[in-house]
């Protein structure tokens, strides 16, 4: 799939969630960055709040900016590093679409279970058409689960993938 990417080929929309060895928006270079080894190399399965800073994507939807939702993490690969001129870029095109945050949406150091730079959870390619996060909101859309954080993103997309058909 490699090739295809490097051949200027992108899909239409995707949705990348944390899910073992090789992550799709990593692998396949849709996004930029990658994700590294958890800061003190530990494994981490504990839930994380999550602030929304784009609630203008299919994705986000059902959200609202400054939204905070809780979710699951799971995860020893999970630290989401770029180069500084990198991170400059998604800071400025507003490609950071969640970052790690406590419980009111302050984004603090304490609340980053990682070492994600810049506190960040998820992002978004220029397009805004494919979304890479590390925390698993997939997990939380059900009643019976307990919680349904998660559930914003999941009806977003179907939402726009309904129009779109």
Request: glycine share 12%; aromatic share 6%.
């Amino acid at each position: 799939m490699v090739a295809h990417r490097d051949a200027g080929w992108e899909p239409e929309r995707g949705l990348d969630l944390a899910g073992g060895e090789g992550q799709l928006g990593d692998d396949v270079r849709l996004l930029p960055g990658a994700l590294i080894r958890n800061a003190g190399m530990e494994f981490r399965c504990e839930w994380v709040h999550l602030v929304c800073e784009r609630a203008d994507l299919p994705f986000t939807h059902y959200l609202q900016e400054h939204q905070v939702i809780r979710v699951p993490i799971s995860h020893g690969e999970g630290n989401f590093f770029a180069d500084p001129a990198t991170l400059s870029r998604l800071e400025q095109r507003g490609q950071v679409v969640f970052r790690y945050s406590d419980e009111r949406g302050y984004v603090l150091l304490d609340a980053n279970p990682n070492g994600s730079a810049h506190n960040i959870a998820g992002i978004v390619n220029e397009r805004g058409n494919v979304l890479g996060m590390m925390p698993h909101p997939e997990n939380h859309v059900e009643d019976i689960m307990g919680c349904t954080d998660g559930r914003g993103l999941f009806a977003g997309l179907v939402a726009h993938l309904e129009r779109a058909a």
